[in-house]
């Protein structure tokens, strides 16, 4: 199977919030594609009424929105797109999701993770941490911009870089032109709430290094 293409505009800085409503204020930036990430924060109907919300502001923005995690409510829900890691994707319905017509990203942290991910034919793969992640621990050995470059050689879809990636060092991420993707969880928002200049700067700083 091969799951859908995320079209060939340039994934862009791809923000990764914790709640739907902060989603409206990234879009209103200008960014095109973004995740909501809740882990253990909600259940029940309260899930799911994040979920309906995040789908519904996506929608009106036409934004790419990937929901982590959550496959079943995302193929329910009809959300754009799916993102699952190494352990999520062995038990998730992979095929459900594929046959809703859903986007699919994968995380990855290794060549051998890169090489399961990719027997999934995704519409994305992440791969990190490139830099120390600042907002979980450091389970994976950092990947660096050298290795981010040498291992998408052998990547024939979008890449996401993600993991420690801030304003400090995103140029050097981007001037890879490795990733079409640079995820941000901690850079995007300031006291907990979306930062719109913090933002702004760093879509600036992808545009200028990436296009190139």
């Known amino acids: 199977m091969k799951f859908p293409k995320c079209d060939d505009t340039p994934l862009g800085i791809y923000p990764i919030v914790d709640r739907a409503y902060k989603l409206r204020e990234l879009y209103e930036c200008g960014i095109t594609t973004a995740q909501l990430r809740t882990k253990d924060k909600f259940s029940g109907q309260t899930l799911e009424d994040e979920v309906i919300e995040a789908i519904e502001i996506s929608k009106e923005f036409n934004a790419r929105f990937f929901l982590n995690d959550f496959w079943e409510l995302g193929i329910k829900y009809k959300a754009y797109g799916i993102h699952l890691g190494q352990e999520d994707i062995q038990k998730a319905d992979v095929k459900a999701i594929f046959d809703a017509g859903i986007h699919l990203g994968i995380s990855s942290h290794t060549p051998k993770e890169i090489e399961i991910a990719l027997e999934f034919e995704p519409s994305y793969l992440a791969i990190g941490p490139i830099y120390e992640p600042i907002s979980k621990e450091l389970v994976y050995d950092t990947v660096g911009v050298d290795r981010l470059k040498e291992w998408s050689k052998y990547v024939d879809y979008p890449i996401v870089a993600i993991g420690g990636i801030t304003i400090d060092n ?43």
């Open 170 to 212: 995103i140029a050097d991420v981007a001037k890879t032109k490795s990733a079409s993707g640079i995820a941000m969880i901690s850079d995007v928002l300031e006291d907990g709430e979306v930062s719109k200049s913090r933002t702004e700067a760093l879509m600036k700083v992808y545009r200028e290094h990436y296009a190139k």
